[in-house]
């Protein structure tokens, strides 16, 4: 089945800095998500991106579906911003099913 | 609106004992999926519905797991004969399409189960 690899699994920032996170894919997928998960356990939408770039506020996101990754940048990180982001995507190969990363945890130190 | 709805947020069992969690979707979704997140763990996918249909049970764990959704709205998640390996969070999360089209899914807060 398709493999989902985000990197790196852990990241310290200072508060004010920015930082790239990485998501690849083995294999060509119909829908790719990014998600946050506050401490509380939360999943917390952040983008819905197939494909293409989006922005929001102080984090945008691009995928290139024909290279098999996505990125997300988070810029001037707050601690607010501490927690674990994932990446998901949908696959139909061998009948559905919406495969997760592993994380990568982020701490935002003040 | 209101997000999607999971209870009980909380659950203790003892091993051996059933227990059922349940979730309510976002209104006018069509598409319900179930997870299962381990501690300090991704989430694994166990099921999903389209409208009440389950195409593909494959992804629950075992035969002590089961599910249904009536209505096309509330989806309850059964754990028979309970055991310790199957303490976890249960995530339910609803989408408006389902896996042919948009597809962008909302989870809830989970059910946190632990067997005693």
């Known amino acids: 089945g398709i493999q989902v690899e985000q990197s790196p699994p852990d990241l310290i920032l200072q508060e004010g800095a920015n930082s790239t996170l990485r998501c690849n894919f083995s294999?060509?997928?119909?829908?790719l998500q990014w998600f946050h998960q506050n401490p509380w356990g939360q999943l917390i939408n952040l983008f819905y991106?197939?494909?293409g770039t989006k922005q929001n506020g102080r984090l945008s996101a691009t995928t290139v579906a024909t290279e098999r990754y996505s990125l997300l940048y988070i810029s001037s990180s707050q601690t607010t911003d501490s927690g674990v982001y994932f990446c998901?995507?949908?696959?139909?190969?061998?009948?559905?099913?919406?495969?997760f990363g592993a994380g990568t945890r982020l701490f935002v130190k003040a | 609106g209101a997000g999607v709805s999971q209870s009980p947020s909380n659950k203790v069992t003892e091993k051996g004992k059933d227990v059922e969690l349940r979730c309510d979707p976002i209104?006018?979704?069509?598409?319900l999926y179930w997870y299962r997140q381990s501690l300090g763990q991704g989430l694994e996918f166990l099921i999903y519905f389209q409208g009440n249909s389950a195409p593909d049970k494959s992804g629950l764990p075992s035969d002590r797991f089961s599910a249904e959704r009536t209505g096309g709205s509330v989806s309850t998640l059964t754990i028979q004969r309970t055991q310790q390996e199957d303490s976890a969070v249960y995530l339910c999360?609803?989408?408006?399409?389902?896996?042919?089209?948009?597809?962008?899914?909302?989870f809830g807060p989970g059910t946190r189960l632990t067997v005693l």
């Open positions: 999360a609803s989408s408006l399409g389902g896996p042919t089209s948009y597809n962008e899914q909302f």
């Open positions: 209104s006018g979704h069509t598409a």
């Open positions: 998901a995507v949908d696959s139909n190969t061998g009948g559905f099913k919406t495969i």
């Open positions: 991106i197939p494909s």
């Open positions: 294999d060509s997928v119909n829908n």
